[in-house]
Structure formats: C-alpha cells, structure tokens
C-alpha cells in the first residue's frame, strides 16, 4: 500500500508537518512516501513554514493566578448558601483549635453555669419586693417631709 | 503548589496555596482528593465540597483559559469567561449529569467555546487597518514583517474562517488535541473534523500566502 501525493499532502494539512509525529497506522506510509518521492519533501517544508507562520499568532498568560481568583471568588458564596449551625461550631472550633474533649468541657461548664444563673434568678427570695412592702414604701416617700433637695 | 504539612487530625492533608492578588489563600485539603479524576471530582463538588472544587479549577484553568484566549483574542474577556464559567459550575454543579458519559474537560470545552462565541458576537471583529504593507521582496521570508502586524492579520484570518473551522484549528493546531476529543467537543464525526482541519488550513495558507505576495499556488 502506498500513498499519492494528493493523499500526502491531506495527510500533512490533517497532522502537520512531522510525519514522525502522525498517528500509527500511516506513520510507516508516510515516512515511505517521503524516502520514495523526494519532490514530496518540498511539501513538508512548505508546510513546516505555514506552520511557523501560524505560531506567531499572539497568545497572552493570565495576570497571576487564575485558579486562585477564581477558588476566592467561590468561596464566601457557597459558604452563605451551605451555613449551618453545626458548621458554623465546627468552624469555630477549627480555628481555635480546641480538642473535642475540651470542648465538651467548655460547652458542659457553660450550660451548668446557665442552669444555675437561672435557678437563682427565679427563686430569688431576698429581692422579691411583696405589694405590701411596695405601698409602704410608696406611703413612706409622700409622706416625707424632709428636704426634697 | 502541593506541600504535604503532615498526617495533623490523623487523615493525610495538602496545603494548597492559591496566590490572589498579592493574598495567599490556602487551601488544606484530603490528599486523596488530589488523586481523583474530575469526574469524581464532580461528584464532590456536588456535594458542596469547595476542596474538590479548588482542584479541579487549579487542574484546568489554564487550558480552558487558553481556548478562551484564543477565541477572543483578549486576556482579560478570556479570564472573566473562565471564572464566570467555574463559578457557574460551582453554584449549580448539577449541570454536570455524568449519565451522559461525556469526559468533563470536554463538556467545559464546549461550555467555554460556545460562551467565547457569544461574547464575540457582541464585540466587533478587531479592526486591521487594510493598507498594511505585506508584501515582500522575498515572498516566504516573513521574519522581516512587524510581529505586531502579522498577528493581527494572521488573527483575522483565523476570524474570518467559519465557526466550527475556527474551532477545529484552535483545539487541533493550537491546543494539541486528539482528532477523537476535538471531534466530541465540536459534536461532529472523525472525519469530519479533519475535514474542517483540512479546509481552515487550506484557507489560512491561501490568505497568508496571498499577503505575503507569492499569490495562490
């Protein structure tokens, strides 16, 4: 099997100007094609400078880095989207960098401290102010006769 | 980019340091993850999963970048593209249906391409200034030319080619893809696709050759 130029020179326009570079199948017939018709090598350096032309063509890198800005950009969207109250804690707890068990410990200590603040604060015998005591004291204070100032 | 900061919580975790602006962003993250494929990758993201995430645009974005680049011609439009785009997927990961059984990268080929399509609609063709000397003494010998005006008018040839050429060229040519996954993101067959190779590249040649002043062979 042999290949034409007609058929060579397709071949170079679909893979390029390195025949060692085309897919398997008709690699071997192209290099063969190559040995056997010199004028086809004139092809191939027609084609390397097309080539070269095409390769000038303007290309720019990004301005630092893209894939942070974009990871950035990401971030506090979701964030807002996926809050939750045990996230939420999970995060706190990441960045003080607590262990487990002193949370626990923190947290047990915490509602201790409430339950007991709120069983004062309910039963409070010495601060209850009776009514009666309320209009004596009221009766007290309009009947004063001292010095207002 | 990856430095393993050590085994910390008893899972093996990466410091993944993203530069923005000037601001170093890290991301610490399952080292597993870094293995994965980007289909796997999805999945996690579905998920909610922003480690996934960040990998996959560190893995990717400058390649879809690079197509972008190449369809707009501008550095900034082909940057805003890419972000509005892996944003786009981050805020609705489900688009990505991995029943369809496409490989991501050229699911987002096609989303990329045809998002720098439109943008390109909207925006004029880069004027060249029609009086632009190009022809030579020596036809061929191009390196005498301003670089400035070649890439501007090798830029609007490549403009000027039909849509789907203009593709094919900047996946195949530019990119380096197989025929098979330029074929796929174009949605077009094998051959087909060399077809459209074959004609932009006929084209471009007959143009340039014309400017340079050796006419059409």
Not at chain 2, 41 to 67: K, M, P, T, W
Request: charged share 30%; hydrophobic share 40%; proline share 3%.
């Amino acid at each position: 099997m042999t290949m034409n130029d007609k058929q060579f020179k397709d071949k170079l326009l679909m893979y390029g100007a390195d025949v060692r570079n085309w897919p398997k199948g008709i690699r071997s017939l192209g290099l063969k094609a190559l040995n056997s018709f010199p004028e086809l090598q004139k092809l191939v350096e027609e084609e390397e400078c097309f080539e070269r032309v095409l390769r000038t063509r303007q290309y720019e890198e990004p301005d630092g880095d893209l894939a942070g800005r974009i990871v950035a950009a990401a971030l506090p969207r979701k964030k807002k989207v996926q809050r939750k109250l045990g996230a939420f804690f999970s995060d706190v707890f990441r960045e003080f960098s607590l262990s487990r068990r002193a949370l626990t410990a923190v947290s047990v200590s915490l509602i201790f401290t409430l339950i007991i603040g709120f069983t004062i604060g309910f039963s409070n015998p010495s601060g209850y102010t009776s009514a009666e005591q309320y209009e004596t004291r009221l009766e007290d204070f309009l009947n004063y006769e001292g010095d207002v100032l | 980019m990856a430095e393993i900061v050590g085994p910390g919580d008893g899972r093996q975790r990466d410091a993944f340091s993203l530069d923005h602006g000037g601001r170093q962003i890290s991301v610490d993250m399952d080292v597993k993850l870094l293995h994965l494929e980007d289909e796997s990758l999805l999945c996690r993201i579905q998920e909610g999963s922003h480690e996934a995430f960040a990998i996959l645009v560190d893995r990717h974005s400058n390649r879809f970048y690079r197509i972008a680049y190449r369809l707009v011609s501008s550095r900034d439009d082909a940057e805003d593209i890419v972000q509005e785009m892996f944003l786009k997927l981050w805020g609705r990961p489900n688009l990505w249906d991995p029943g369809k059984g496409a490989k991501f990268t050229t699911w987002f080929y096609r989303i990329i391409i045809n998002r720098c399509f439109d943008h390109h609609k909207k925006k004029k063709l880069i004027n060249v200034p029609e009086d632009i000397e190009f022809a030579d003494e020596n036809p061929g010998q191009d390196v005498l030319f301003d670089m400035h005006q070649k890439q501007a008018v090798l830029e609007r040839f490549i403009r000027e080619l039909p849509e789907r050429q203009q593709q094919a060229v900047n996946l195949c040519f530019y990119e380096g893809l197989s025929n098979n996954e330029a074929a796929q993101i174009i949605g077009v067959k094998v051959k087909a696709l060399q077809s459209l190779v074959m004609r932009a590249k006929t084209t471009l040649k007959y143009k340039i050759k014309q400017y340079l002043g050796g006419g059409p062979r």
